[in-house]
């Protein structure tokens, strides 16, 4: 195996276990993913954070990965790692400048810092090139190796609205959280709102953290909540459209999801979206209807898409990166 020839240790940093939101997710199947390809890894977990134990894990290790929210600690990882000669990667979760001003400057030196910043989209890319050259672009998405089957009592309640409703959609949310102008980031509410005066209409809301229960929604017979940790993807099965209905994003894995998985999918146009969505823009409700209408009108024959696991973007630049450094 050429890989583990060649290969150099990597650091994956980041946090685990699930379910806390999309980075972490991604983070989880990173790690699963390079395991069972066979490289040479160490997983070190933000949730244990010592400044000590981070800097030596960053010494342990000659590529660094770092998946983190944070515009202050990207900072300081890419100090770290500048300091002791060390190839680092950052990938920018979300939209490069969706900060205030003071935590925007910082992410943007954190960008000219590390050796290979990684963004998920166009914008981004335009913005982070201007700090860094060797600024990339690659999607966030790595698929699931295997998923556990859902609870017998959540999918009787998925088959109980699937027979009730004509046409099903899914949302999710990993918490009720605002963006920096004070709007929902999820739409949830809207999507809530908009349902309820759609009786012929479902929608399954998946929130594993509970959230959007506690919030003692009245809630029409259309409309169910999946309150507590469940596969997002298992959820499929019951669906015939899935909602992105946020006011802020980055790669958004459960798009990439449901496209591979066959369903339709629509998603707000505040960020660029991969081929294949049906866009529309937030609080337009208008709009909403009428793409979702023609939705419901069409007979979704589903192809799962197979993907190479090998060939995926992240993979093929880690192999990069290994090759120059042999």
Not at 112 to 123: R, S
Not at 188 to 193: D, F, P, R, T
Not at 246 to 271: K, M, P, R, Y
């Amino acid at each position: 195996n050429i890989i583990l020839k060649y290969a150099k240790k990597i650091l994956i940093v980041g946090k685990r276990p699930l379910p806390i939101g999309g980075v972490t997710i991604h983070v989880d199947r990173l790690v699963k993913l390079i395991d069972k390809l066979g490289y040479d890894y160490t997983f070190y977990d933000l949730n244990n954070f010592t400044i000590y134990s981070f800097i030596k894990a960053i010494s342990a290790n000659d590529i660094i990965h770092l998946h983190t929210s944070s515009p202050k600690l990207r900072v300081f990882f890419a100090i770290c790692c500048l300091v002791q000669h060390k190839i680092s990667l950052i990938t920018y979760h979300g939209d490069l400048g969706r900060f205030h001003f003071v935590m925007n400057c910082l992410d943007f030196y954190s960008v000219k810092l590390c050796t290979y910043p990684i963004v998920i989209n166009n914008h981004s890319l335009k913005v982070a090139i201007k700090y860094n050259s060797k600024a990339t672009l690659l999607s966030a998405y790595i698929p699931s190796i295997e998923e556990p089957d859902l609870e017998n009592g959540m999918k009787s309640e998925l088959v109980i609205l699937r027979t009730k409703c004509s046409f099903v959609c899914i949302t999710n949310a990993y918490n009720y959280s605002l963006d920096k102008y004070g709007q929902e980031i999820y739409g949830v509410s809207e999507l809530i709102a908009f349902f309820s005066e759609r009786p012929s209409w479902g929608l399954v809301i998946s929130d594993p953290s509970g959230t959007y229960k506690k919030k003692n929604y009245l809630l029409p017979k259309n409309i169910l909540i999946l309150d507590s940790p469940h596969s997002f993807q298992k959820v499929f099965d019951y669906a015939d459209c899935f909602i992105r209905y946020t006011s802020t994003d980055g790669d958004s894995l459960s798009i990439h999801e449901a496209l591979d998985f066959g369903l339709s999918v629509v998603a707000t146009d505040v960020v660029d979206r991969p081929h294949g969505v049906y866009t529309v823009k937030r609080n337009d409700m208008d709009e909403l209807f009428i793409v979702l209408k023609n939705l419901s009108k069409l007979k979704n024959e589903r192809k799962h898409v197979m993907l190479n696991l090998k060939g995926l973007a992240l993979i093929q630049f880690y192999d990069k990166i290994i090759a120059e450094l042999k």
